[in-house]
């Protein structure tokens, strides 16, 4: 199934509203730039709470790894 959005020129939306390409033009781009974040934006709350949780399954892992390291070495070495 093809997009019909896709098929219509840039200008079409501008002439739809009665305005000038350029202005619509601007007002996306200013649009799409407030969505970025700032590259020393501080974290949202959720954001902040997600890496807290991330930073401790991080650290789960690694305890786990490190177990897993350990009884690999344990059993290579014993020769049953």
Do not use: H, I
Not at 30 to 36: D, N, R
Not at 37 to 66: F, G, H, I, Q, S
């Amino acid at each position: 199934m093809t997009n019909p959005d896709r098929s219509r020129s840039r200008n079409d939306p501008a002439r739809e509203l009665e305005l000038n390409s350029e202005t619509l033009r601007g007002w996306v781009k200013k649009y799409q730039k407030q969505q970025e974040p700032a590259p020393d934006a501080e974290l949202t709350v959720n954001e902040r709470a997600r890496l807290k949780e991330l930073e401790r399954r991080n650290r789960e892992l690694e305890m786990e790894v490190a177990f897993l390291k350990k009884a690999a070495a344990y059993f290579a070495k014993d020769p049953r």
